[in-house]
């Protein structure tokens, strides 16, 4: 499998933005979207975690929905929580796991992050793993030892056969709602080492494996980050907010 065989995957991340009304009407703006990329780019999206039963019933099938965080427990003392099992109640497909804010704003880390994406994947649902550096950790020239870290934490919860159910959302911390976007050539570096990562544990099967890109994503600097050979989609942010542009994005990120 060449790079440019992975399609284009991309997903927009809501954080705490839409509520009920504004979810609804922007996936049915996503699912009239959709024909026009002609299957040639993979759309999903991630609401507030309150919207999500609207969300999936707006989507009708045709555009899977995805949650921003879930607890690894199937059940217990754990206020606040939602399980794998109460994602797929709901009919949500993809799982956010580890994303940056959800490591330094409510403690998730490695171990963490490796037993959600294994609750992930025990429960049939799909994660996408978020990994990425901070400012001070890029600046230290330590970017590569962290990516790795928190890499290899997650591929030891996933078995090789299950390659094709996991994605990797790479988002450079310092990119995150900065307007600093990585360049492309920062990006496919970063990106680069995760594939020899994901080789080294799943061997060929590393080539199924979509990594995504994220951090001040726009429809205007997408085509150039895909143009890279292992960059095969974005999380994005601020830019998936409206429909227009998420589809502008999936559109751009064509290759
Ligand atoms: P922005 O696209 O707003 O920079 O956010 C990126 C992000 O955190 C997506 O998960």
Redesign the pocket.
């Known amino acids: 499998m060449s790079a440019h065989s992975r399609i284009p995957f991309v ?1 927009g ?1 809501w ?1 705490l933005h839409h509520g009920r009304e504004a979810t609804g009407a922007q996936v049915r703006e996503l699912v009239a979207g959709l024909p026009a990329l002609r299957d040639r780019a993979r759309i999903a999206v ?1 609401p507030v975690v309150t919207c999500l039963a609207v969300a999936v019933e707006a989507a009708a099938g045709k555009l899977p929905i995805a949650a921003q965080n879930v607890h690894f427990a199937e059940k217990g003392a754990f206020t606040g929580e939602w399980s794998v099992g109460h994602l797929k109640e709901l009919g949500v497909s993809y799982v ?1 796991v580890g ?3 959800r490591r330094a704003l409510f403690a998730d880390n490695d171990e963490t992050v490796a037993k959600k994406v294994r609750a992930v994947l025990d429960g049939g649902l799909l994660p996408i793993a ?1 990994i990425g550096e901070t400012e001070s950790q890029r600046e230290n020239g330590k970017t590569k030892h962290v990516v790795t870290e928190e890499i290899e934490a997650i591929l030891a919860a996933v078995r090789p056969d299950e390659a094709d159910r996991l994605t990797l ?1 790479y ?1 450079p911390v310092w ?5 600093k ?1 990585a360049s492309a050539q920062q990006a496919q570096e970063v990106h680069a080492l995760i594939r020899s990562l994901l080789k080294k544990h799943f061997g060929t099967k590393a080539e199924v494996v979509c990594i995504q890109y ?5 429809p205007d600097n997408v085509a150039i980050l895909m143009a890279e050979p292992d960059v095969d989609g ?7 907010l409206e429909a227009k542009s998420l589809l502008a994005i999936a559109q751009n990120a064509i290759r």
Do not use: D, F, Q, R
């Open positions: 997903c991340n954080k991630a956010i994303h940056s804010e978020c959302a988002e990119a995150i709602g900065t307007g976007n994220g951090g001040s994503v726009k974005a999380l994005v942010g601020g830019a998936s």
